[in-house]
Nanobody, 126 residues
Framework: QVQLVESGGGSVQAGGSLRLSCAASGITYSSNCMGWFRQAPGKEREGVAAIYSGGSTKRYVDSLADRFTISQDNAKNTVYLQMNSLKPEDTAMYYC???????????????????WGQGTQVTVSS
């Protein structure tokens, strides 16, 4: 049974930082794309970043690449999202997702992923 468990969300003032974690189980971690997505109330789910668990390939949504960093600890089957210089518009539920891959060509597209965590809330106040 695949499980993705996010943690690290919370409330922070604008300009602050948070680091989200996603612990994966039930998958062969090294053969997956791991992605971070977010969804604000009344808006569609949007991509944030993705990383190939079997290597170092990373992709970012251009608008967030200068503030957000995706990383992983393969020994812990965990992927992280470091978020700096947070803005009120970053307020959303953040989701971790996984998709099996054979070539590591990970995409930051929600429909590409078939396993999802329950989400962790990030709230940024001005």
């Amino acid at each position: 049974q695949v499980q993705l468990v996010e943690s690290g969300g919370g409330s922070v003032q604008a300009g602050g930082s948070l680091r989200l974690s996603c612990a994966a189980s039930g998958i062969t971690y090294s053969s997956n794309c791991m992605g971070w997505f977010r969804q604000a109330p009344g808006k569609e789910r949007e991509g944030v970043a993705a990383i190939y668990s079997g290597g170092s390939t990373k992709r970012y949504v251009d608008s967030l690449a200068d503030r957000f960093t995706i990383s992983q600890d393969n020994a812990k089957n965990t992927v992280y999202l470091q978020m700096n210089s947070l803005k009120p518009e970053d307020t959303a539920m953040y989701y971790c997702a996984a998709a099996r891959t054979s070539d590591g060509n990970c995409q930051v597209v929600a429909s590409w992923y078939n396993y999802w965590g329950q989400g962790t809330q990030v709230t940024v106040s001005s």
